[in-house]
């Protein structure tokens, strides 16, 4: 039997594939000048809004789910079983990472103007980061989920070591090298247990297994609890090094401190997002028959996620370590539903209230970035007290970066933030998880300082900073994060419903 293809169902990273290939071809026979440098990264711009629309004609077709790449039905048995699927879950994943992949396009086309990095390594290597991350949310077999993971997590090393001379650089493309090695590794083992006993690696099929409506044909059912505790926990981990959750999270500060500016952020909302589908995938799409095991995981995994990462930013003088560090305590608010997704009645709207808050956190972290990055052109150590008097000096930025800090404490006017928590804390307490709640809740109050104390900063005088014209793609990237986080704070609503939906493809 040929293998039939549904070429529109896979248009968003295959757009992004040939944009890719493109770049490297221009920039292999265009000669090294800076319009040159524009050029390449109008290319890559175009690929991703190429990619975005496909996304959105996708979403407005409002047809059931489309897949691609299944088996053929004599071999699938009941339900099917397909590699590649299109539906709700995919296209908000797809769109969040699409779009922010625009700021991180523009935010690069900034860091690339003063040069030293080569151009189309740079964005050939970004678009296929954003290629595996478009990719993961439409995987359903655990080989394409692990594919697509390594292909979002193998280009940032090379991104992170660009700035060939800077020895923070190097330092940070190691230790982000040697994390993901191992937490591939650990992923890998726990996939292959769970393929050997299942049989199988599409997550239709796990999902039979082991809720026990179908046998597991690749051992002694006896066997199955203890072996698939183990790789289910196995699994989790490799994920957990993934999304930085505790005890996989020491790597977030250094790597995002070394690396460019655009590749943390990029760290902190693609890769994290890309994480995140993967983690939801697996546990929700595959194993829901094992929620017993995973779900007090999940819970525990989240409140130390959330504290650890709130008590390290109470320390941090260093404006990336302070947002890495948040980075981490965020990712503990976003697994905190997920320990409540195992139960049938209500892992629709815990995932999709994981989803508002991540894409919600995506908006307000890429705006912070973005100011982040103007002003890294005149304060080489970055530091908080170098924005003392930002909104004095620089009043779009500095009300820009105010407005996003806000948000992510959860302060008005920045009530997107504060609804995204209310989201949370709303659904652990209806879910029954009320020590998971309180824990939250003191750690708002935790999140609140620091954020309200480098806010105070922008509106503080201070010594006068050498005042430079920002480059052209600055503002853009800044104004698109800036619109998104206004839009969510005026109709949060919004948010639920575009994650919401009613099962898996």
Known sequence: MIQQIDYFVIAPPLVLALAAGLVLLLDAFLPARPRTRTALGLVALAGVLVSLGFVGAQAAGGAPARSTFCVPPDLAGPGGACSF?????????????????????????????????????????????????????????????????????????????????????????????????????????????????????????????????????????????????????????????????????????????????????????????????????????????????????????????????????????????????????????????????????????????????????????????????LVSRTATRNELDDYRGLALREPAAGLALAFCLVCLAGLPPGLAGLFAKVFVFREIVEGGWGWLALVMAVNTVIGLYYYAVWAARLFTPGVAAVRRRPPPATWPAIGVSLVAAVLFSIAPQLVLDMTSFTAFG
């Open 85 to 373: 699927v299109t539906d709700r879950f995919t296209l908000v994943f797809a769109g969040l990472v699409l779009v922010a992949g625009v700021v991180v396009v523009l935010m690069s086309m900034t860091e690339l103007a003063v040069g030293g990095i080569p151009v189309g390594e740079w964005y050939f290597l970004l678009l296929c980061t954003l290629v595996g991350a478009v990719t993961l949310p439409a995987s359903r077999d655990l080989i394409m989920l692990v594919v697509a993971l390594e292909l979002v997590s193998l280009p940032v090393f090379a991104l992170t070591a660009m700035k060939r001379y800077d020895g923070r650089a190097s330092e940070a493309a190691v230790k982000l090298f040697v994390v993901s090695v191992v937490s591939t590794a650990v992923m890998l083992f726990g996939v292959s247990l769970l393929y050997g006993i299942a049989g199988t690696v599409h997550l239709s099929r796990l999902a039979a297994v082991f809720s026990g409506q179908s046998p597991a044909p690749g051992m002694a059912w006896e066997t199955l609890p203890a072996v698939g505790t183990v790789g289910v926990v196995l699994v989790v981990a490799g994920f957990a090094f993934k999304i930085a959750a505790v005890p996989f999270h020491s790597w977030a500060a250094d790597v995002y401190q070394g690396a460019p500016v655009p590749v943390a952020a990029l760290l902190s909302v693609i890769s994290k997002a890309a994480g995140f589908a993967g983690l939801i995938l697996v546990l929700v799409a595959g194993l829901s028959g094992q929620a017993a095991t995973w779900a007090p995981i999940v819970g525990i995994v989240a409140a130390l996620t959330m504290t650890a990462g709130n008590l390290l930013a109470l320390r941090q003088r260093s404006a990336v370590r302070l947002l890495a560090w948040s980075s981490v305590a965020q990712s503990g608010y976003i697994l905190a539903p997920l320990a409540i997704a195992g139960d049938t009645s209500s892992h629709t709207t815990a995932i999709g209230t994981s989803m508002a808050y991540l894409v919600i956190y995506a908006a307000m972290n890429l705006g912070a970035f973005a100011v982040v990055m």
